[in-house]
Nanobody, 116 residues
């Protein structure tokens, strides 16, 4: 069983940066593809970035060129570096298996608020 704990969110001004971390209590090496999701108020959860066990990445068009996903299998941690943040990036961010998430793995998420 894997438990995922997200951290690193906060309040940042437009154009700023944040680095999110997702720490797994168990081995994420067994999960081939990990992803970062986000859910804004009143909207459905969306997948914004994925990374395979081998390090291949893919991004939603809305974050491409601004966000970078990475993983450290030895540390059981997945990261999301977010640059050039925009108000529309405001959401609760979660990590989970991709592309659809495993129900038992959803954590509390970490709030990201982009506002001046």
């Amino acid at each position: 069983q894997v438990q995922l704990v997200e951290s690193g969110g906060g309040l940042v001004q437009p154009g700023g940066s944040l680095r999110l971390s997702c720490a797994a209590s168990g081995s994420i090496f067994s999960i081939n593809t990990m992803g970062w999701y986000r859910q804004a108020p009143g909207k459905q959860r969306e997948l914004v970035a994925v990374i395979t066990r081998g390090g291949r990445t893919n991004y939603a068009d809305s974050v491409k060129g601004r966000f970078t996903i990475s993983r450290d299998n030895a540390k059981n941690t997945v990261y999301l570096q977010m640059n050039s943040l925009k108000p529309e990036d405001t959401a609760v961010y979660y990590c989970n298996s991709a592309p659809s998430g495993i129900a038992d793995y959803w954590g509390q998420g970490t709030q990201v608020t982009v506002s001046s």
